[in-house]
């Protein structure tokens, strides 16, 4: 659950990042896949460490 919001997450900073910028849909694209990436990591982390204090 923590992975989906983290994807969720990056990929709306990573198109928000981007739109501040002034790219186009496909510099926007790009963004939110790299955010979805990267937020997916840090969920998945997050998750490793929360299951190991449990």
């Given amino acids: 659950m923590i992975v989906i919001v983290g994807m969720v997450l990056g990929g709306a900073l990573g198109w928000r990042n981007a739109a501040k ?4 849909r496909m510099d926007k694209a790009q963004y939110a896949g790299v955010g979805v ?15 190991k204090v449990l």
């Fill in 21 to 24: 910028r002034g790219g186009n």
């Fill in 37 to 51: 990436i990267l937020g997916g990591l840090l969920g998945l982390f997050a998750t490793i460490g929360v299951e």
